[in-house]
């Protein structure tokens, strides 16, 4: 039965080093994962490497390294990058592992008693961009995109297409947003063609063998499709029964590979179907994704040190609703950190603590949290829908926009209510602590609560509180009083 929620990123393939396309996809999940760890749920998080495949070997030997050496190396570069952006995931995914392997060709085994494969013979245009064959002459012929007539393996997709078009029918929430499901359900009434799951092991060495037949390699899509499962354990039902079946975050360029491929693979081998799968839109730059291949990626270390590891976190998630694609340009970034972090988060905090400091000598005056006007009432209620929206995005990871613009809303309110209420002129000092205490908790509260997404600045405001760490333990406790002398810089502008 399964006991753990379990939440995946595409596997990117290490052709080249990773960009903020790859951190995007993995971002989102490990905000995910914070949030279900925050309000202490039982949560996994699975993201890697496709190592196989045209790509990455063409990749290897331009570079003069062996496949294998190269993906050890870049295994490292993405681990590396992504430890930079505090992504924190339960295991790291790499398809040339043992485990993977055996699990691949477990399925493939599977596929085949069951019927779903055959042999044939297969002539049309290859794009070893995209790893897939294309459905027709491409306009311009390039390096990227060849002619390739071989003998290979075809899995039997079209005997599935009823089975999926009725799954559809009865799941429309399968996919999110809902022009993703459209396009799938798009796809399933233009009708489905059998397919390639084979390549000569002479045209292509860097795979995965064909379990019977030594002179193929396994596609690369069914071997990467598979990391879903063998990442937890399969083909021990032990083990993965426990986290199988998981919710997919993937890019709108590989929605055809998600929504029909796999679940027609899982059919016809008698497995659950994923729960769900969230589509992403693309960074992009002008009017181009940001690509490998174009090596048109904005270089983030510069960025990094201008806005910090959170700015760039912050901004991909608040920079685009969830499902759309958005403009990854500095001047955009720039304007979203300093509006909503560096203007308010940031500013509001160090004019609390100006008055702190001024009135009351640098102690957090002891103050009544348990003030009774209408306008505290309201920002309590926007604390509290910033709460359910953390819990709201355990379940439905969907829902992460809405998360973001529930954080934003906490903390203007409180800049509004220092603002309409001249916090620094209040003469009585009772009042102005039990006002400042009060504002003080809720920004707090709300730290606390974004804490997944702004992983370093809600820890250096939690320890400058006077708390051990940043946790759901020390959200209700009283405020320290004693504050220790350095003050975090919060996103300071540039
Ligand atoms: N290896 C396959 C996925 C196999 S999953 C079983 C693959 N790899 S990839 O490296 O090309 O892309 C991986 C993910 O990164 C995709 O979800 C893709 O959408 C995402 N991104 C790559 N560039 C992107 C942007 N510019 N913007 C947002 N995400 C994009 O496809």
Redesign the pocket.
């Known amino acids: 039965m399964k006991t753990i929620k379990y939440l995946t990123t ?4 290490p052709n080249n080093t990773p960009h ?3 951190l ?2 993995s971002l989102l999940v490990d905000v995910w994962k914070k949030a279900a760890k925050l309000l202490n749920r039982k949560h996994y998080f699975t993201t890697g490497l ?1 190592e196989h495949g045209q790509k990455v070997a063409q990749a290897a030997a331009a570079r003069g390294y062996s496949a294998q050496e190269h993906v050890n190396h870049l295994s490292a570069k993405f681990i590396e990058f992504f430890q930079h952006f505090n992504i924190e995931w339960d295991y790291w995914v790499r398809t040339t592992s043992v485990e993977h392997k055996m699990a691949v060709q477990n399925i493939w085994m599977k596929l085949k008693n069951n019927g779903y494969i055959y042999k044939g013979n297969y002539a049309g245009w290859y794009s070893i961009s995209d790893e897939t064959y294309l459905a027709e002459k491409p306009e311009q012929e390039s390096e990227h995109i060849v002619w390739r007539e071989e003998d290979c393996y075809f899995f039997k997709l079209s005997a599935l297409e009823d089975q999926l078009k009725k799954f559809y029918e009865e799941h429309p929430d399968f996919v999110y947003p809902n022009k993703r499901y459209n396009e799938a359900m798009g796809f399933l009434q233009n009708g489905l063609k059998d397919f390639v799951i084979s390549r000569p092991k002479n045209r292509l060495y860097w795979g995965i063998e064909v379990p019977d037949d030594s002179d193929h390699v396994i596609y690369v899509w069914i071997d ?2 598979v ?1 879903y499962i063998s990442a937890v354990g399969y083909p021990n039902e032990e083990e993965y029964k426990h986290y199988w079946p998981g919710k997919h975050v ?5 929605l055809k590979f998600h929504a029909i491929y796999w679940p027609a693979i899982l059919m016809a081998t008698q497995l659950p179907l994923p729960e769900k799968l969230i589509v ?1 839109g ?2 992009m730059r002008d009017d181009a ?3 490998k291949s174009l090596g048109n990626a904005v270089p983030l270390d510069d960025l990094i040190t201008k806005y910090q590891v959170d700015g760039i976190r912050y901004f991909l998630l608040r920079g685009i609703e969830l499902g759309e694609d958005g403009q990854f340009r500095e001047d955009i970034l720039k304007g979203v950190v300093h509006g909503d972090l560096a203007n308010k988060y940031g500013n509001i905090f160090l004019r609390m603590l100006g008055i702190i400091e001024l009135r009351f000598g640098g102690a957090l005056p002891n103050g009544m949290p348990n003030l009774k006007t209408k306008e505290a009432d309201a920002l309590r209620k926007t604390l509290d829908r910033l709460y359910y929206s953390v819990d709201t995005l355990i379940d439905e990871p969907e829902t992460m926009s809405e998360y973001l613009n529930r954080f934003i809303e906490v903390i203007v309110q409180i800049n509004d209510y220092f603002q309409n209420n001249k916090i620094w002129e209040i003469e009585d000092k009772v009042e102005q602590a039990a006002n400042l205490y009060f504002l003080m908790d809720i920004f707090r509260k709300a730290t606390v609560l974004i804490s997944p997404v702004l992983t370093n600045s809600a820890n250096a405001v939690m320890k400058f509180l006077g708390f051990p760490e940043c946790s759901m333990k020390y959200y209700d406790s009283n405020l320290p009083l004693e504050y220790i002398s350095n003050r975090p810089r919060l996103f300071p502008k540039i």
């Open positions: 595409p596997i990117y393939y903020v396309g790859h995007y996809s496709d990467a499709l990391n993937l890019g709108k360029d590989i992403h693309w960074w994704k940001i690509s």
